[in-house]
């Protein structure tokens, strides 16, 4: 089994306490990765996207089970994390199979928030330029 990989990340469009709408499952899109983390993340069969977008190179990880996240220091943080936070994240992979498909895909082993910007945040908002 493949080693697991720390990034430095930039999170988007987390929802580590609720299910998406969209894929049914918990989810989050780690994104601003760098070309060290992609390159490692390719060679373990992970594809990685970039719309050219804020997102940069990203990974989307899904979950059945809620994202547990932690602090800085190692405790349990329960925030709705917005657009922007930034952080180190441990992904893993898994290998599957469904019907006559396979692949790999990457599984979040760790989600640490380093610089919370909670969803919502007004200040988040304050930072934006105004036209």
Do not use: C, H
Not at 70 to 99: C, E, H, M
């Amino acid at each position: 089994m493949a080693k697991p990989i720390v990034v430095a990340a930039t999170y988007f469009w987390a929802s580590t306490d609720q299910i998406n709408d969209m894929s049914g499952k918990y989810q989050v899109n780690i994104g601003g990765l760098s070309d060290r983390a992609v390159e490692a993340l390719e060679a373990n069969g992970i594809d990685v996207k970039n719309k050219g977008d804020d997102q940069g190179n990203f990974i989307t990880v899904k979950s059945a089970n809620p994202i547990k996240m932690q602090d800085s220091d190692g405790l349990p943080l329960v925030a709705k994390v917005g657009n922007g936070s930034t952080g180190r994240a441990v992904i893993g992979f898994y290998d599957w199979t469904y019907k006559s498909k396979s692949g790999r895909s990457p599984s979040l082993n760790r989600m640490i928030v380093d610089n919370l910007i909670e969803y919502g945040d007004s200040a988040a908002i304050d930072d934006l330029e105004v036209l």
